[in-house]
């Protein structure tokens, strides 16, 4: 009798021991989150932009008053932000690339998870015109002055980095004439309208995208902290860390560069402005209105 209880502990201590060898703590959350940061892969990251030094005097300026009936949208803007994001990101992109004519940028003709949101938004889209733009005598030493007011200084020339910037090869280039400026700045601007196809892309097919979330996370902290948010540089430089915002400066800038555009007949429905919405949504609208005077 004594022999079997011997021989059943032994048995259980064996399998103890087993058990607490091939034991493992379960996995902390930061372990989690850490893991999949390194394995997610932003397909638009949105560029390192050098802000101008903030001017408060320019609030003053683009103060207003009430919406005048010019300005009032004559269809309701999305109430999910999924959807105003989606519009905000696909009309950035068809503006950008009327700045490129020889851009290869396809058409947004079919998204699976915005299916009636593409639809709609083709009945009141107006066709934008292609603009024939020129960056050869647009700067003078590329100092980081320039690389301030210039946001397509700040374009990374690879596609899954922030670096190297336009400006960084700008500089280290050799017997530097206008025309290679010009030949490096569209070949930024083509890497990131297809960065930015990229992404649309990838919220057609799943629903979501990296700085979809941003987006989002930037919603949901300025309802909570309005405080962090007021005028200022910093607060800019938060905003900017969206990407549809940021992309409001650098086509700002970019219209500044135009030679000239082919026309068509204007639309009879008012196109909606969705990245002032964006701002809107993000209560950034005095960033907006700032961007406007700035660049």
Request: proline share 4%.
């Amino acid at each position: 009798m004594k022999k079997v209880n011997f021989l059943v502990i032994s048995t259980l201590l064996l399998g103890v021991a087993s058990c607490s060898s091939n034991y493992k703590r379960p996995e902390s959350f930061e372990s989690k989150m850490a893991r999949f940061s390194s394995q997610d892969i932003n397909k638009n990251k949105v560029p390192n932009y050098v802000l101008p030094d903030f001017d408060y005097n320019k609030l003053k300026v683009t103060k207003r008053g009430p919406a005048s009936a010019g300005d009032e949208l004559n269809f309701d803007i999305p109430r999910s932000n999924k959807k105003l994001y989606f519009l905000g990101l696909l009309g950035q992109y068809n503006s950008m690339k009327t700045f490129l004519t020889q851009a290869y940028a396809p058409e947004v003709n079919i998204c699976p998870n915005f299916h009636t949101t593409l639809l709609n938004h083709k009945e009141v889209a107006s066709k934008n015109p292609f603009t024939n733009s020129n960056f050869r005598n647009r700067y003078t030493n590329f100092s980081e002055e320039e690389v301030k007011n210039y946001p397509e200084l700040s374009l990374p020339m690879t596609a899954d980095s922030t670096s190297p910037r336009v400006v960084d090869i700008l500089r280290n280039t050799k017997n530097l004439t206008h025309e290679k400026t010009n030949a490096v700045i569209t070949k930024a601007l083509r890497i990131h309208i297809k960065k930015t196809y990229d992404e649309i892309y990838e919220l057609c097919d799943t629903g979501t995208s990296e700085n979809y979330y941003i987006f989002e996370n930037m919603i949901t902290a300025v309802n909570k902290d309005a405080h962090k948010f007021t005028p200022g540089k910093e607060s800019l430089k938060k905003f900017f860390k969206v990407t549809v915002f940021s992309n409001i400066a650098l086509m700002k800038s970019l219209k500044n560069a135009h030679i000239n555009s082919s026309r068509f007949p204007a639309s009879a429905i008012k196109q909606v402005d969705y990245s002032k919405a964006i701002s809107s949504r993000m209560k950034a609208n005095w960033a907006y209105d700032y961007i406007q005077e700035s660049y």
